[in-house]
């Protein structure tokens, strides 16, 4: 949303370590020119979840891990699927109530590398 990137970058402009991109995100992790792995990254999909494109791309900086706020928890599951194909595992899933007397539930997954067994 080009309203939240602008929001970002008034409240983000004097941290050097924050990069801020406006687009189809799958397109943006693709053509990235700066392949640098991540930290951390923060995943809050539209409803339809992420989709295995963004998450493989996601998966292809290597972060830390990844914090994915879901409001479809059948979206979540099948995002959690494709991570797991790419080698990363459920550490953490929490459920927040922020629409009582609604059926809406938001979830927050948080996915990590699945340890080395070696």
Same mark, same amino acid.
């Given at each position: =949303? ?12 004097? =941290? ?22 991540? =930290?951390?990254?923060? #995943? ?34 099948? =995002? ?12 953490? #899933? ?16 948080? #996915? ?7």
């Amino acid at each position: =949303d080009a309203r939240a990137v602008a929001d970002a970058r008034r409240n983000l402009h004097d =941290d050097p370590q924050v990069r801020l991109l406006h687009g189809p995100v799958q397109r943006l992790l693709e053509e990235e020119d700066d392949p640098r792995p991540v =930290d951390v990254v923060v #995943l809050d999909p539209p409803r339809t979840g992420a989709r295995a494109g963004v998450v493989r791309a996601v998966v292809a900086r290597r972060p830390r891990a990844v914090a994915y706020v879901a409001c479809d928890p059948a979206a979540l599951a099948r =995002d959690v699927a494709v991570f797991a194909e790419e080698g990363y595992v459920l550490a953490g #899933l929490r459920g927040f109530d922020l629409f009582p007397s609604t059926h809406h539930l938001e979830a927050v997954a948080r #996915l990590v590398p699945r340890a080395d067994p070696r």
